[in-house]
């Protein structure tokens, strides 16, 4: 597609309920990026995907979180029982190359 | 361990002035990049430039500029005679040789008032 498409646009979760975030990267794009961004600050990086491999999972914040890219284009970023802490906007980039990461509008997730 | 630093949180201008986004950086590396991105009320993070450290030459698109100085680690954005087109929260970012990642500052609030 012309862009990186993430859905839901906007999910709201009971506390304690599993969610389940998509990404749909830019085609032939190889790397895939999910950043988590609170209210009022930067994106923190969460996890890194080269291809299908995840090569990088150090920003997971706990082992509720869960990412997968099984065919090494879309991704599906999977919250376990939910917490209030994890309300927050969650992005998704692709790269080609390191020069220009494009990312997508984002997921706003609300738990309640 | 790297850092970046954006000071200024909410800016307000009038239309048609100048402004100038500061952003300062900390990392150990020799290599690094540095990238400034427009985040609109939409959502979406828009990339504006990408810069490599051993590239000190600042760069002109229209009507941004940036002004990248290794001696104080700062690589700050200016847009002249802003427009309410350009209201948006910038992000300054920073990526490691060899890191998966970028690195962002905590973003400044720009607001242009007609």
């Known amino acids: 597609g012309a862009g990186v498409s993430q859905s839901p646009r906007y999910k709201v979760a009971k506390r304690g309920q599993d969610v389940a975030l998509r990404c749909d990267p830019i085609?032939?794009?190889?790397?895939l990026f999910w950043y988590q961004q609170a209210l009022g600050q930067g994106p923190e990086f969460l996890t890194y995907?080269?291809?299908?491999?995840?090569?990088?999972k150090s920003g997971l914040p706990s082992d509720r979180f869960f990412a997968e890219r099984p065919e090494g284009s879309v991704s599906t970023l999977k919250i376990q029982r939910t917490q209030q802490e994890d309300s927050a906007v969650y992005l998704c980039a692709s790269s080609l190359d390191s020069y220009g990461y494009t990312f997508g509008s984002g997921t706003r997730l609300t738990v309640v | 361990a790297q850092k970046v630093t954006q000071a200024q949180t909410e800016i307000s201008v009038v239309e048609k002035e100048d402004v100038t986004l500061d952003c300062v950086y900390e990392t150990r590396d020799t290599t690094y990049y540095l990238f400034w991105y427009k985040q609109p009320p939409s959502g979406e993070l828009v990339f504006l430039i990408r810069r490599n450290s051993f590239d000190e030459q600042n760069e002109i698109s229209g009507r941004y500029s940036w002004n990248f100085q290794k001696s104080t680690s700062s690589f700050n954005f200016t847009i002249t005679a802003s427009q309410v087109v350009d209201s948006a929260v910038y992000f300054c970012a920073l990526s490691e040789e060899g890191a998966n990642n970028l690195f962002f500052g905590t973003g400044t609030r720009l607001t242009v008032i007609p």
């Open positions: 085609s032939g794009h190889v790397s």
């Open positions: 995907f080269q291809n299908e491999a995840q090569l990088d």
